[in-house]
Nanobody, 123 residues
Framework: QVQLVESGGGLVQAGGSLRLSCAVS????????MAWFRQTPGKEREFVGW???????LYGDFVKGRFTISRDNAKRTVYLQMNSLKPEDTAIYYC?????????????????WGRGTQVTVSS
């Protein structure tokens, strides 16, 4: 059984930073693509970015260099460093995986999800 547990969310002022973590237990981590998504009430989950097994990354268009995804395979953890936060970044942030090496920006392609962590950016 695969479990993903996000942490690190909270309340931050606009322009501030947060680092989210996602700890993964269970099956293979190092060869799996890990992704971050976010969701606000009434909207579909939005792609934030992914990191593949070779540490290559891709981000959603809205990121514009503000976020960085990294991973520590020894700790089985993936990180989302968020800088220059804006009020519109307020959302629940989820990490996800499909335990495979291929990559995708589509939330329905990922079948393992954490419960999410709330990020609130005040103006």
């Amino acid at each position: 059984q695969v479990q993903l547990v996000e942490s690190g969310g909270g309340l931050v002022q606009a322009g501030g930073s947060l680092r989210l973590s996602c700890a993964v237990s269970g099956r293979t981590f190092s060869t799996s693509t890990m992704a971050w998504f976010r969701q606000t009430p009434g909207k579909e989950r939005e792609f934030v970015g992914w990191i593949d097994s070779g540490h290559l990354t891709l981000y959603g268009d809205f990121v514009k260099g503000r976020f960085t995804i990294s991973r520590d395979n020894a700790k089985r953890t993936v990180y989302l460093q968020m800088n220059s936060l804006k009020p519109e970044d307020t959302a629940i942030y989820y990490c996800a995986t499909h335990l495979a090496s291929w990559v995708s920006r589509t939330s329905s392609d990922y079948n393992y999800w954490g419960r999410g962590t709330q990020v609130t950016v005040s103006s």
